[in-house]
C-alpha cells in the first residue's frame, strides 16, 4: 500500500538534522518517488554524468533498459546538497556506492542490500516522526507514485512513467491503486 499525498507531504515538510542520517534517507527516498519510484539500485547508481541537459539518463537494472527523464525541480533541491561531495563519492550522487568497485557485480550488490536496509531502518523513523502507520521503505515509494497517480495518468503515460515493457504488467500493477471507477460504479448501483 502506497503512502497519500498528504504523508508524502508530512515526509518533505518534516524538520529533520541536516546532513543526519534521516535527513540523507528522506532525500533518497524522495528521489525515487519524484522519478516514478525508480528502484533503489538504479537510484543507488545514479551517477552526475547521468544527468545531462536537465534529464536523468539512465539504464534500469533490472531489464537494461535505457530511461531518460526530466529532472522535476524537486530533485534538483535535493541533488545540490550532494554535489560537494561528487568527487569524494566517486562520482555517485548518493554516497552508499562510493567505495565499491563497479565492476564487481557481487560487491554492488551487497552493497546495494546493506544500503537498503539501513535506508529502510531510517525511513521507519521518519515514518513514526511524521505519524504514518503504513510501512515506510525505499520499495513503497514506487507503490506511493502508483497509488498517488491512481486515475490522474492515463494508463499507457504509467507505463512510460515504471518502464514497463508489457502494458498488462501496468495494468496489473495499477489495480492495486485504481479503486474510483469501481467505487464510483457500486455507489451508482446503490446510491438510491
Not at 539500485?41 to 533498459?65: E, F, P
Not at 533541491?77 to 550532494?82: K, V
Not at 562510493?98 to 539501513?118: G, Q, S
Request: a positive charge; charged letters at 30%.
Amino acid at each position: 500500500m502506497g503512502l497519500s499525498e498528504e504523508e508524502v507531504v508530512r515526509i518533505e515538510n518534516l524538520d529533520l538534522e541536516f546532513g543526519s542520517k534521516e535527513w540523507h534517507s528522506r532525500n533518497v527516498w524522495l528521489f525515487s518517488f519524484y522519478f516514478a519510484g525508480i528502484r533503489v539500485a538504479d537510484v543507488l547508481k545514479t551517477k552526475w554524468s547521468d544527468i545531462k541537459d536537465g534529464r536523468l539518463h539512465y539504464r534500469m537494472n533490472k531489464n537494461q533498459k535505457l530511461v531518460s527523464l526530466k529532472i522535476p525541480e524537486k530533485v534538483l533541491g535535493i541533488i545540490e546538497f550532494y554535489r560537494k561531495d561528487k568527487i569524494l563519492n566517486n562520482g555517485f550522487v548518493f554516497p552508499e556506492l562510493a567505495l565499491v568497485d563497479e565492476k564487481d557485480k557481487k560487491a554492488v550488490l551487497d552493497a546495494t542490500r546493506c544500503a537498503n536496509k539501513n535506508l529502510n531502518k531510517y525511513l521507519g523513523r521518519i515514518a513514526e516522526k511524521a505519524e504514518i502507520e503504513k510501512p515506510l521503505t525505499m520499495h513503497i515509494s514506487r507503490h506511493t507514485f502508483g497509488n498517488i497517480s491512481g486515475d490522474k495518468i492515463s494508463i499507457q503515460m504509467l507505463q512510460k512513467l515504471y518502464r514497463h515493457s508489457s502494458i498488462t504488467t501496468t495494468v496489473n500493477y495499477q489495480s492495486n491503486f485504481m479503486h474510483k471507477d469501481v467505487d464510483d460504479a457500486l455507489e451508482n448501483v446503490i446510491g438510491f
